[in-house]
């Protein structure tokens, strides 16, 4: 995955109106998006000593918004999520099923690693919330209990509650929907884990299969 903005595809040309007005949208979303990331990158709301927050990567319009809960190694060396193994693991499941990777965007709920959880949870989610806002996503795949903890317990005003059941299409609002998976990172490095990460996650491939063109 990459943090550098990208065209979205289309299976047809677009009338020319069309075409210049998803111009305009996109060209906002990218100011919007990169405005967010330098406020992201130099936030100190937390106590985060020397590591550096990390900024979502993807197409900033994307259909498919995926959040996990916090940065690993490799993503906090490059202040970039889903930088490394979690997000070579996303685009090695999402080619098998068929989704293009340039319809995705890819965040953590809590931006920066090694800050006391209860910390990151007050100060980031307003952060993943304009995210949310910026990239108007259909579906949003939510990686990990504590990921949909805090997701739940920071909503706006109008989002659904999101249960945990993994592997099922709800309803978030009524423009976008919800996808549960277990945590990726921690499925990674366990073969139990891995397939039930995998279980979960290949139903983003009959959503995306049964979701209209337009």
């Keep these: 995955m990459t943090s550098d903005p990208i065209e979205q595809p289309s299976a047809e040309p677009l009338p020319p109106e069309v075409s210049e007005l998803y111009r305009k949208l996109e060209e906002r979303a990218i100011q ?3 405005d967010l990331n330098r406020r992201v ?21 994307a259909d498919i918004l995926l959040v996990k809960y916090g940065p690993r190694y490799l993503e906090v ?13 996303v685009l090695k499941s999402v080619e098998r ?20 959880p209860a910390e990151g949870e007050v100060n980031c989610p307003a952060f993943f919330q304009e995210e949310l806002l910026i990239t108007q996503p259909k579906i949003v795949v939510i990686m ?6 805090a997701f739940n317990r920071t909503a706006p005003e109008g989002v659904k509650v999101v ?3 993994p592997g099922v299409i709800q309803e978030l609002t009524p423009f976008c929907k919800a996808l549960v998976t277990p945590d990726i990172d921690a499925s990674l490095d366990d073969a139990d884990a891995k397939r039930a990460f995998w279980t979960a996650f290949r139903m983003l491939g009959e959503w995306f299969r049964d979701e209209p063109p337009y």
């Excluded at 709301?45 to 927050?53: E, K, N, Q, V």
């Excluded at 060396?77 to 693991?89: D, I, L, Q, T």
């Design 32 to 34: 919007e998006s990169n």
């Design 41 to 61: 990158a130099q936030c100190h709301a937390c106590t985060r000593g020397d590591f550096l927050p990390t900024v979502g990567s993807g197409h900033p319009l």
């Design 77 to 89: 060396s490059e202040g970039v999520a889903f930088f490394g193994r979690s997000g070579a693991a």
């Design 97 to 116: 099923l068929g989704v293009d990777p340039l319809l995705l965007f890819g965040t953590n709920m809590v931006k920066c690693a090694g800050v006391d």
């Design 144 to 149: 990990g209990r504590d990921t949909l903890e």
């Design 163 to 165: 249960e945990w059941q």
